[in-house]
Nanobody, 121 residues
């Protein structure tokens, strides 16, 4: 059983900052890519930022230069530092991870329950 638990969402004014955290727990052998996706009302879920197990990152064009993704492999945790927030960043943010639960097993995709980020103008 694997769980991803997010925290850190909330309401912030435009120009402000928030830091999201997502901790993976349970029967974990190895974690590959971790990422943050977001979904605004009426829109499809989209990738905001992704980080590999080695620390390579990629970002959606809309968040480049404002968001920073990082991870602590010892804690099985991924973070998203969001600066210079805009009203259009308002969305539910979902944590994602590719996880093996045993040696030689397959990579499975896991999602968190989502955390609301609301940016007021």
């Amino acid at each position: 059983q694997v769980q991803l638990v997010e925290s850190g969402g909330g309401l912030v004014q435009a120009g402000g900052s928030l830091r999201l955290s997502c901790a993976a727990s349970g029967s974990i052998f190895s974690i590959n890519d971790m990422a943050w996706y977001r979904q605004a009302p009426g829109n499809e879920r989209e990738l905001a930022a992704r980080i590999t197990s080695g620390g390579s990152t990629n970002y959606a064009d809309s968040v480049k230069g404002r968001f920073t993704i990082s991870r602590d492999n010892a804690k099985n945790t991924v973070y998203l530092q969001m600066n210079s927030l805009k009203p259009e960043d308002t969305a539910v943010y979902y944590c994602y991870a590719q996880i093996k639960t045993r040696p030689g097993g397959l990579w499975y995709q896991y999602w968190g329950q989502g955390t609301q980020v609301t940016v007021s103008s």
